[in-house]
């Protein structure tokens, strides 16, 4: 062969079970390589055997005052904790709070490393080739994507539901703290919060076994802040604060990844559009709402509630509390003013005419988020890192002598 030829060694295309097996772009190896090749399998077992106990063990509830305030109906089995809420009040739909409910939390966790890892692989996969999606990267990507404008518009919608249908509906927030200690729930809202702290904690998991963007400690940071906030609210009776920061955090999920589903099938058009929407709610929800929510817990509770601290009735207002909500709040905020910093300059590029392209992200090769169809060479091909080419028989990687 010719000095300065290359050889080239063609891959099959990518298939969706494949795309899965690995860490996602990281190196192999070790437990936890194991544990994303089988995810699935794995969450699924735990899942089932959880749910043969409680075929076993069907539900049975005790009348108790354990953990709780007043007598409540607790669960006997602990296989029935993971699925049922715990601490009923007797001829009411309220529920009390109680260390039962770390069950339903954890059977969410792994509830979700299964529906995500699922979903991801047989149903945003196939749609993202049906769109045009190629490459291995995007694939993944457009997945991941698909996940999160599924979840964050399931919990926005129902999140928004239960603030529009209770007394601090519509950022009426003198009613975060009348009445207070709020310490018993309806179902629907006690389930909610439940599952979104599980979800976040699942989100801790997954950036911390997947490959590492360049916004990590940033994102960690923010879930980390985000499930001590709910964590929080939910001990101290603070529950409708934590309701309304959800609501004002998640809108603006939605947008982010509908835009980058645009993208990666090839749409700039929709996609800056949708970018420039994700903006606005940026905006509003996460600087002017989420604001006014911060000036209500620094100023609003003082003007309706006494400090004291009475860990029997569930009152948990002092001046510590206070500050140490307050401060964990304005971290978020920082963190939010951080990335608003980044957008910006996403705005500023997209009126020196480039598209719209989240900067706290991995860094990617644009050509890698684009269809077969959407431009490259004569033979179809699209060029992307390293030499290799995208065409519709899959990846082709060319290597030369001195990487063999």
Not at 130 to 156: D, H, K, N, P
Not at 260 to 282: C, E, M, P, Q, V
Not at 337 to 348: F, G, N
Request: glycine share 6%; proline share 4%; with cysteine.
């Amino acid at each position: 062969m010719a000095a300065g030829a290359h050889a080239v060694r063609a891959a099959p295309p990518p298939k969706s079970k494949a795309l899965f097996a690995r860490k996602r772009g990281a190196q192999g190896g070790g437990v936890v390589d194991f544990v994303l090749r089988r995810q699935l399998e794995l969450s699924a077992t735990v899942l089932a055997v959880i749910l043969a106990g409680n075929l076993l063990n069907p539900p049975e509830y005790h009348l108790s005052t354990d953990l709780t305030p007043s007598p409540s109906w607790h669960l006997r089995s602990p296989f029935s904790r993971f699925l049922f809420l715990s601490f009923r009040k007797p001829d009411t739909q309220l529920y009390y709070k109680g260390r039962d409910d770390a069950f339903l939390i954890a059977w969410w966790v792994i509830a979700f490393c299964f529906l995500r890892e699922a979903m991801m692989r047989w149903v945003f996969v196939p749609v993202a080739k049906m769109c045009g999606v190629r490459s291995r990267r995007a694939l993944i990507r457009f997945s991941e994507q698909g996940w999160s404008l599924a979840y964050y518009t399931c919990s926005w919608t129902l999140g928004l539901y239960i603030n529009q249908t209770s007394p601090y509906r519509s950022l009426n927030t003198l009613h975060f703290w009348k009445g207070y200690p709020h310490d018993a729930l309806p179902a629907l809202t006690k389930w909610y919060y439940l599952v979104q702290t599980a979800f976040y904690i699942q989100q801790m998991i997954v950036i911390n076994l997947e490959a590492r963007r360049k916004d990590y400690y940033q994102m960690f940071a923010h879930h980390i802040i985000t499930s001590l906030l709910m964590m929080f609210s939910y001990v101290l009776n603070w529950t409708r604060i934590g309701n309304t920061i959800l609501c004002t955090m998640d809108l603006v999920d939605i947008f982010l990844p509908l835009a980058k589903l645009f993208k990666y099938t090839g749409n700039h058009r929709a996609s800056d559009a949708t970018f420039a929407i994700f903006l606005i709610s940026w905006i509003v929800t996460r600087h002017i709402i989420f604001g006014r929510i911060i000036w209500s817990v620094v100023v609003e509770p003082q003007t309706v509630l006494d400090y004291d601290w009475r860990s029997e009735d569930g009152y948990y207002f002092s001046r510590n509390t206070q500050r140490c909500f307050t401060a964990l709040l304005l971290a978020l905020q920082l963190l939010i003013c951080l990335w608003l910093a980044m957008i910006l300059r996403v705005l500023w590029n997209m009126f020196l005419g480039a598209s719209a392209e989240d900067t706290r992200s991995d860094d990617e090769d644009e050509d890698e988020y684009s269809s077969s169809s959407d431009g490259g060479d004569k033979a179809g091909r699209r060029r992307v890192p390293n030499g290799a080419h995208v065409n519709g028989n899959g990846l082709h990687r060319v290597e030369t002598r001195k990487e063999r």
